[in-house]
C-alpha cells in the first residue's frame, strides 16, 4: 500500500490548482486511455476484474468532475477490438460492467444533463450489453449537456479502413468523385464524425502509446501520461491534467 501523508499534501496543493483553472480554456474535448487496472489488482492479490471493476468506479468520479468543470466530451476507452483476445472470463465480465454501470448510474446521468453515445463497431457486443448501451443512448439522446462517450469495442485502423471502404462506394456509385475527397469528407465518415476532435489525451499507468486509439483524431491533441494506475486515478489527477494543458497552451499557443 502505498503511504498516504503525500497524497494529503497533493491533495491541498492540487485544490489549489483547481482554483487556478481557466474557465475559459477547458479542453472541449477529453479522451482518456483507462490502464492499469489488471495491474492495480494483481499488486493486491486479487483478479484482474476487481481491477476492472474498481476502475468502474473511477468512471463514475471523472464522469461527475468532467461534467462540473464544463468539459463537452469525454471519451473513454472501454473496449477495444483487440481486448477479445483476453480470457473468455474477463471478457464476460467486461461485458458486463455497461449493464453494471447503467444499472446504478443511468438515473444521475439523466439528472446531470448527461448524452451517452458510443464509438466502434457495438453490433457485436453480446445482446444484454448493446441493449443496455442503446437504452442509455435513447434515453439520454434529449440532453445537451457533457456527451460521455464510449469506445466499445473500437479499433482505430478499423474505423479507417471503414471509412475508405463506404467512401469508395459512395464513389463508385456517382454520388462522389475522387476530387471531392479530402480531410474533412474522410472525418466525416469516421464514428466521430459529429464529435470536435479530442483536445487533451490522457493515458494512465506510465504506457506512452496510443494503443489503436483515435490515431486520425489525436493529430493535434496535446499527451498527457501519468505512472498512477486507473482505480487509483482521482478528481485530483484530472485536475491536473488539465492544469497542465493549460499551462502548455498558454507557453505554445501564444502565436
Ligand atoms: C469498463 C471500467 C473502466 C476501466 C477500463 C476497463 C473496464 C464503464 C463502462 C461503460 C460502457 C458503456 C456504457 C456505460 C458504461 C465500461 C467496459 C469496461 C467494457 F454505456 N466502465 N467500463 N465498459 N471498465
Redesign the pocket.
Known amino acids: 500500500m502505498p503511504i498516504k501523508i503525500p497524497f494529503t499534501k497533493n491533495k491541498k496543493k492540487n485544490t489549489q490548482q483547481s482554483q487556478s483553472l481557466d474557465a475559459d480554456h477547458i479542453p472541449k474535448h477529453v479522451a482518456i486511455i ?1 490502464d492499469g ?1 489488471g495491474r492495480w489488482a494483481k499488486k493486491r492479490g486479487l483478479p484482474r476484474i476487481a481491477g ?2 474498481e ?2 468506479s ?2 463514475k468520479k471523472i464522469v461527475r468532475h468532467a461534467s462540473d468543470v464544463g468539459v463537452s466530451v469525454l471519451t ?4 477495444s477490438t483487440e481486448n477479445w483476445k483476453r480470457p473468455k472470463n474477463e471478457v464476460d465480465f ?2 458486463k ?2 449493464i453494471d ?2 444499472n446504478t448510474y443511468l438515473p444521475e446521468l439523466i439528472e446531470r444533463n448527461v448524452q ?1 453515445q ?1 464509438i466502434g463497431d457495438t453490433e457485436f457486443l453480446p445482446e444484454h450489453t448493446r441493449k ?2 442503446e437504452e ?1 443512448i435513447e434515453r439520454t439522446s434529449d440532453n445537451n449537456g457533457l456527451i460521455l462517450n ?1 469506445a ?1 469495442n473500437y479499433g482505430s485502423r478499423f474505423e479507417m479502413v471503414q471509412a475508405v471502404k463506404q467512401i469508395t462506394a459512395r464513389v463508385e456509385n456517382g454520388e462522389l468523385s475522387t476530387s471531392d475527397i479530402n480531410e474533412q469528407l474522410f472525418s466525416s465518415h469516421l464514428y466521430t464524425a459529429d464529435l470536435f476532435e479530442p483536445d487533451l489525451l490522457i493515458r494512465t499507468s506510465g504506457e506512452q502509446r496510443l494503443s489503436n486509439f483515435l490515431l486520425w483524431q489525436l493529430a493535434y491533441a496535446e499527451f498527457w501520461f501519468t505512472e498512477v494506475l ?1 482505480p487509483d486515478f482521482d478528481e485530483q489527477l484530472f485536475e491536473q491534467a488539465l492544469h497542465d494543458y493549460q499551462n502548455r497552451k498558454r507557453r505554445y499557443g501564444g502565436i
Open positions: 483507462m487496472n476492472h471493476k476502475g468502474m473511477v468512471v473513454l476507452y472501454a473496449f467486461l461485458m460492467l455497461p454501470f447503467l451517452v458510443t443496455a448501451v442509455a464510449f466499445l486507473w
